[in-house]
């Protein structure tokens, strides 16, 4: 089980314990000091060090990654196909797809002539840099190249852990509540883009989006935010403008 947020995720996490003693005398046992041990463990230590040196292998190799975080059902996937479809003659792509059970999104993706690889979690509810070590170790990356990594949908477990992505997207749909920034704070301030997406349902749901954004920037005010949709294509270009914006174009001799 998962020390952190009680998730079972197998032994893709290390726990480090370490341990510090203390003597503290109590005013009440004079006669019989206590040791008091405090027991200390930072259990994303061993994933902070994975993260970093994912971040270095994507440094060396000039690839841009990016964790997309959300809700389950905020259009993860289908911003992805999106993506792929559009920009395949422009940029190269792979994916690394994270849900509990299913090839569902993976194979989704696969069809775009992507190169996509699933991590299934199990109960586990995020995705973690030691997992990402492995997907990329079968993945063979070209430098260059925009890695997409579709995290678990979940607000709350992957906004603590870093996969060394270069950027962190939260993407919210307007099916959900435009208080969610204030509900989940942690992971709209850890990320640099926030997406709302499903823009051409607006007319039919109860939603305030300038009260979404400004929800957002309360919480994290150098957030960048992108309405789009997918159905209609709305915003699309500036999601592919900023997207294009990130990506460093290696120095030529």
């Not at 027991?39 to 971040?55: F, H, I, M, S, T």
Request: hydrophobic share 35%; glycine share 6%; charged share 25%.
């Amino acid at each position: 089980m998962c020390a952190t947020c009680g998730c079972d995720s197998g032994s893709s996490i290390s726990i480090h314990h370490e341990h510090h003693e203390h003597e503290h005398l109590h005013e009440h046992d004079n006669h019989h000091p206590k040791t008091v041990i405090d027991v200390e463990k930072d259990v994303l230590y061993q994933n902070n060090l994975l993260a970093e040196r994912n971040r270095g292998y994507f440094e060396a190799k000039n690839i841009l990654a990016l964790n997309l975080v959300s809700s389950p059902g905020s259009g993860k996937t289908s911003l992805l196909e999106k993506t792929l479809t559009d920009l395949k003659e422009h940029l190269e792509f792979a994916v690394i797809e994270g849900d509990q059970q299913t090839t569902n999104d993976a194979d989704r993706i696969h069809a775009t002539g992507t190169k996509v690889t699933q991590i299934n979690t199990g109960k586990g509810c995020h995705l973690d840099a030691h997992m990402i070590i492995h997907a990329l170790q079968g993945m063979k990356l070209k430098d260059n190249t925009v890695l997409f990594i579709e995290n678990v949908g979940n607000l709350v477990c992957p906004a603590m852990f870093d996969l060394g992505e270069k950027e962190r997207v939260v993407i919210i749909s307007v099916t959900e509540g435009d208080d969610k920034p204030l509900k989940y704070p942690d992971m709209f301030y850890s990320s640099t883009l926030c997406i709302i997406n499903k823009t051409d349902l607006l007319p039919y749901v109860p939603f305030n989006i300038e009260k979404v954004k400004e929800n957002a920037k309360k919480v994290n005010p150098s957030l960048d935010i992108i309405e789009l949709s997918c159905t209609s294509g709305e915003g699309l270009q500036q999601w592919y403008h900023w997207l294009k914006s990130k990506v460093l174009v290696p120095e030529t001799a």
